[in-house]
């Protein structure tokens, strides 16, 4: 569970004035965050596979990359690959063959030891912000304070005569919460 701000007072400066915020709020506010971004913000350690065009280019899918603990790859032609099946995946030990664009997580990578290009590779490693933006504490503390004073946030209006209810959209981020967290949702580049 993401907990984007904390309750020791270190923080004090990202809730809404007057509020005093409980640990369920800011798990409920940060998972709202988590949702909307597509991805956690906090650091996590990935393992994906990511097939290769013909130039040995890729992308991996969260970013910014902080660090790439392992590495193997597939070549495109092997000994036995096409009559009895693929290649298999073989450990690449030199990460330096792998160039990365830590910031947006683009990649290339040179050949395999035998010459042969790669045209998929199994990446492990870890992406996120080590320190939680302001950007992201900001959109907390809005979040928080939309949870604290609205306990049915979902609801327009209610008519206890004909018991009726209206709502609105499904969403608590408005689009000023969505301008604070535009460069920290998930963006596919395949």
Request: glycine share 10%; aromatic share 12%.
């Amino acid at each position: 569970m993401s907990q984007y701000l904390a309750l020791d007072g270190t923080d004090t400066d990202f809730y809404p004035e007057g509020i005093t915020p409980t640990v369920a709020q800011v798990i409920r506010a940060s998972g709202i965050i988590d949702t909307y971004c597509k991805r956690e913000i906090k650091t996590k350690p990935y393992t994906e596979r990511i097939p290769l065009t013909s130039a040995q280019r890729g992308h991996l899918t969260f970013y910014p990359v902080i660090e790439v603990t392992a590495a193997s790859g597939r070549a495109a032609q092997g000994i036995i690959g096409g009559f009895f099946g693929p290649p298999e995946f073989e450990s690449i030990s030199d990460l330096s063959l792998l160039d990365i664009d830590r910031s947006i997580g683009s990649l290339w990578c040179g050949g395999s030891p035998f010459g042969m290009p790669y045209s998929e590779l199994e990446i492990t490693y870890t992406s996120g912000w080590d320190i939680i933006p302001d950007k992201v504490k900001v959109a907390c503390g809005l979040l928080i304070g939309k949870l604290a004073t609205n306990y049915d946030s979902n609801v327009k209006s209610k008519k206890d005569f004909d018991f009726s209810i209206e709502y609105f959209g499904s969403g608590m981020v408005t689009p000023e919460i969505a301008d604070l967290l535009a460069e920290y949702q998930l963006m596919t580049f395949r």
